[in-house]
C-alpha cells in the first residue's frame, strides 16, 4: 500500500536554524505526468545555510520543504509516465524546469528547496522531466550530491568552454564544487592546481589527484604563484567560489583566453582589491557566471561517473533524516570536508 503522509524539513521563514522544523505532511496525490520518489539520500549545499538568513538571492517560497539534493527510488508513475518504472533509482534536477541550455526565467523559478518544495523528506512527487538516472556504482547519499555540486562544476568545466586534456584547472578549497571539479579535470586529462588552509587538507587534494596544492593562508598572493606553476602562462579554467574576497587572485592567476567560472560567495559578497570586471578586458578572460546546470548536461555527467568510476567525496559524518538540523550546524561550524550527506530512512 502506497504511503499517505511523510516526515520532512521546512524552512517556515528567514529567522535562521530556528525557522527550520520537523513536520508531518500528505503526500499530493500522483498526476498524469507525475513520479511518486521513495526519497534515501540527501546533501546539503551553502545555499542551504544562507536560504534561512534571507541572503538567497533566487526565487524563495515560505513555507518551503528544505534541501534541493536527493536520490531515491521510484515507487509510483502518473498514466502518461513514459521515462520512468517502479524501481528505477532517480536522482533530483535542481532546477525542475532547466532541461536544456539557455536558462530561462522559468526554469530559475524552478528550484527545488526554495521556489519549490525540496528533498529533506521521505517520499515526493516530481514531474517525471525533474529527475536523472542515478550512476549504477554510486548509492543514493553518493547519488544525492549530484544535484548541485556535481552538474555545478561539471557545468563549469564543459558547459561554457570545454575543458580539453593537457589544459590547467584551479579550484578553490574542498568543498562538493571544488572536489568535484578537481575529479572530473582529473579524468579528463588536466592539470589541477588546489587551493586550500591546512596541510592535512592538501594531503587529502593531492590523494584525489591535484597536481599542485597551495595552502592560501601561507601564500596570500597566490594568484601569482599558480600562474608560475603554469610556466607563466597561466591557468586555462578557474571554479572561483570565494566571490569578491578571492576574485583578484583569480584574476592573476588566469590566462589569456582563459576562463573565470562565478559560482558561489564563500568569503563574502563585499568586493575586495581590485576584482573588478575591467580586467576581462585587460587580460582578455571571460567572467562567466555558472547556475547549476540543464539536465542534458547532468545526463552527460552520469555516464562520465560511471565510465571513471568517479566516487563523490562525501563527508565521514552521515545524518539521519531526523538529526538533519544538526547536519545544519555541522556544515556552517565547518567541520566538513566534501559533502554533508543525509541517510533518509
Same mark, same amino acid.
Given at each position: 500500500?502506497?504511503?499517505?503522509?511523510?516526515?520532512?524539513?521546512?524552512?517556515?521563514?528567514?529567522?535562521?536554524?530556528?525557522?527550520?522544523?520537523?513536520?508531518?505532511?500528505?503526500?499530493?496525490?500522483?498526476?498524469?505526468?507525475?513520479?511518486?520518489?521513495?526519497?534515501?539520500? =540527501?546533501?546539503?549545499?551553502?545555499?542551504?545555510?544562507?536560504?534561512? *538568513?534571507?541572503?538567497?538571492?533566487?526565487?524563495?517560497?515560505?513555507?518551503?520543504?528544505?534541501?534541493?539534493?536527493?536520490? /531515491?527510488?521510484?515507487?509510483?508513475?502518473?498514466? *502518461?509516465?513514459?521515462?520512468?518504472?517502479?524501481?528505477?533509482?532517480?536522482?533530483?534536477?535542481?532546477?525542475?524546469?532547466?532541461?536544456?541550455?539557455?536558462?530561462?526565467?522559468?526554469?530559475?523559478?524552478?528550484?527545488?528547496?526554495?521556489?519549490?518544495?525540496?528533498?529533506?523528506?521521505?517520499?515526493?512527487?516530481?514531474?517525471?522531466?525533474?529527475?536523472?538516472? =542515478?550512476?549504477?556504482?554510486?548509492?543514493?547519499?553518493?547519488?544525492?550530491?549530484?544535484?548541485?555540486?556535481?552538474?555545478? =562544476?561539471?557545468?563549469?568545466?564543459?558547459?561554457?568552454?570545454?575543458?580539453?586534456?593537457?589544459?590547467?584547472?584551479?579550484?578553490?578549497?574542498?568543498?562538493?564544487?571544488?572536489?568535484?571539479?578537481?575529479?572530473?579535470?582529473?579524468?579528463?586529462?588536466?592539470?589541477?592546481?588546489?587551493?586550500?588552509?591546512?596541510?592535512?587538507?592538501?594531503?587529502?587534494?593531492?590523494?584525489?589527484?591535484?597536481?599542485?596544492?597551495?595552502?592560501?593562508?601561507?601564500?596570500?598572493?597566490?594568484?601569482?604563484?599558480?600562474?608560475?606553476?603554469?610556466?607563466?602562462?597561466?591557468?586555462?579554467?578557474?571554479?572561483?567560489?570565494?566571490?569578491?574576497?578571492?576574485?583578484?587572485?583569480?584574476?592573476?592567476?588566469?590566462?589569456?583566453?582563459?576562463?573565470?567560472?562565478?559560482? /558561489?560567495?564563500?568569503g563574502g559578497v563585499e568586493p575586495k582589491g581590485d576584482a573588478r570586471i575591467i580586467h576581462a578586458?585587460?587580460?582578455?578572460?571571460t567572467f562567466r557566471g555558472v547556475f547549476v546546470g540543464p539536465r542534458g548536461q547532468f545526463e552527460?555527467m552520469v555516464r562520465a561517473i560511471e565510465a571513471n568510476d568517479i566516487k563523490p567525496v562525501v563527508? *565521514?559524518?552521515?545524518?539521519?533524516?531526523?538529526?538533519?538540523?544538526?547536519?545544519?550546524?555541522?556544515?556552517?561550524?565547518?567541520?566538513?570536508?566534501?559533502?554533508?550527506?543525509?541517510?533518509?530512512?
Open positions: 500500500m502506497a504511503p499517505t503522509t511523510t516526515k520532512q524539513w521546512i524552512f517556515k521563514g528567514t529567522n535562521g536554524f530556528d525557522d527550520l522544523a520537523f513536520t508531518e505532511a500528505e503526500i499530493p496525490p500522483v498526476a498524469e505526468n507525475d513520479v511518486l520518489v521513495h526519497l534515501r539520500g =540527501a546533501s546539503l549545499n551553502y545555499r542551504d545555510l544562507i536560504i534561512p *538568513k534571507g541572503l538567497y538571492p533566487f526565487p524563495i517560497k515560505f513555507p518551503v520543504v528544505a534541501g534541493s539534493d536527493g536520490a /531515491g527510488e521510484v515507487i509510483a508513475v502518473g498514466s *502518461k509516465v513514459t521515462r520512468w518504472k517502479p524501481g528505477d533509482r532517480v536522482v533530483t534536477l535542481f532546477n525542475q524546469s532547466h532541461y536544456y541550455n539557455p536558462i530561462d526565467p522559468i526554469a530559475v523559478n524552478s528550484g527545488l528547496g526554495g521556489a519549490l518544495d525540496g528533498t529533506l523528506r521521505q517520499y515526493a512527487v516530481f514531474n517525471e522531466n525533474g529527475l536523472v538516472r =542515478a550512476p549504477s556504482n554510486l548509492n543514493y547519499v553518493e547519488a544525492a550530491t549530484l544535484t548541485c555540486a556535481g552538474l555545478t =562544476a561539471w557545468n563549469a568545466l564543459f558547459g561554457g568552454k570545454p575543458l580539453k586534456p593537457g589544459q590547467w584547472v584551479l579550484v578553490q578549497g574542498t568543498g562538493g564544487v571544488s572536489i568535484f571539479g578537481l575529479q572530473f579535470a582529473k579524468a579528463a586529462g588536466a592539470r589541477v592546481i588546489a587551493t586550500t588552509s591546512t596541510a592535512e587538507k592538501a594531503e587529502i587534494l593531492k590523494k584525489l589527484g591535484a597536481d599542485h596544492v597551495i595552502n592560501y593562508k601561507e601564500d596570500p598572493n597566490w594568484g601569482e604563484t599558480a600562474r608560475k606553476l603554469t610556466d607563466g602562462e597561466g591557468v586555462d579554467q578557474i571554479l572561483e567560489v570565494g566571490g569578491p574576497q578571492t576574485q583578484e587572485q583569480s584574476i592573476k592567476a588566469v590566462r589569456s583566453d582563459g576562463v573565470i567560472n562565478i559560482i /558561489g560567495l564563500l578586458l585587460w587580460h582578455l578572460c552527460e563527508d *565521514k559524518e552521515v545524518f539521519p533524516l531526523e538529526k538533519a538540523k544538526e547536519a545544519f550546524e555541522y556544515m556552517e561550524a565547518q567541520r566538513h570536508f566534501g559533502k554533508v550527506g543525509i541517510a533518509i530512512d
